[in-house]
């Protein structure tokens, strides 16, 4: 998780980086925004605000990592980089079925070899 910090506030600003420490990136290599102010720009933002936003100002640390998680991860999911659980595990289903089927004909046909072996066909 890559962010770019573009914040009014400097003691906002200064505890986001203490906070976040080498996630804090310049904007061209973020992945997203965290700001206190309402601006347009082409990279997802995160609000912290007083009043509305995705965190509320105050925060502890621990509140902020979480809430910039679930932010991130909504973003990959709507990217498409994180599959959705369901379809993650119907995959893996469907690989186990046919490792399941593979090893099956193996046994199958070394069975069948061994049996013609033993009666001579």
Same mark, same amino acid.
């Given at each position: 998780?890559?962010?770019?910090?573009?914040?009014?506030?400097? /003691?906002?600003?200064?505890?986001?980086?203490?906070?976040?420490? *080498?996630? &804090?990136? =310049? $904007?061209?290599?973020?992945?997203? &925004?965290?700001?206190?102010?309402? %601006?347009?720009?082409?990279?997802?933002?995160? $609000?912290?605000?007083?009043?509305?936003?995705?965190?509320?100002?105050?925060?502890?640390?621990?509140?902020?990592? /979480?809430?910039?998680?679930?932010?991130?991860?909504?973003?990959?999911?709507?990217?498409?980089?994180?599959?959705?659980?369901?379809?993650? =595990?119907?995959?893996?289903?469907?690989?186990? *079925? *046919?490792? %399941?089927?593979? /090893?099956?004909?193996?046994?199958?046909?070394? /069975?069948?070899?061994?049996?013609?072996? $033993? $009666?001579?066909?």
């Amino acid at each position: 998780m890559k962010i770019a910090l573009v914040c009014q506030s400097l /003691l906002l600003s200064r505890a986001l980086k203490s906070f976040l420490g *080498e996630s &804090v990136v =310049a $904007y061209k290599q973020c992945d997203f &925004v965290i700001s206190d102010k309402k %601006i347009e720009l082409d990279k997802p933002i995160f $609000y912290i605000s007083s009043h509305e936003g995705n965190l509320m100002i105050p925060f502890s640390k621990s509140s902020l990592l /979480l809430e910039l998680d679930k932010f991130f991860q909504h973003l990959l999911l709507l990217q498409g980089i994180v599959e959705d659980e369901g379809v993650v =595990a119907s995959k893996s289903t469907h690989l186990l *079925e *046919e490792k %399941i089927t593979a /090893l099956t004909e193996k046994f199958r046909a070394e /069975l069948i070899q061994t049996i013609r072996g $033993y $009666y001579g066909n």
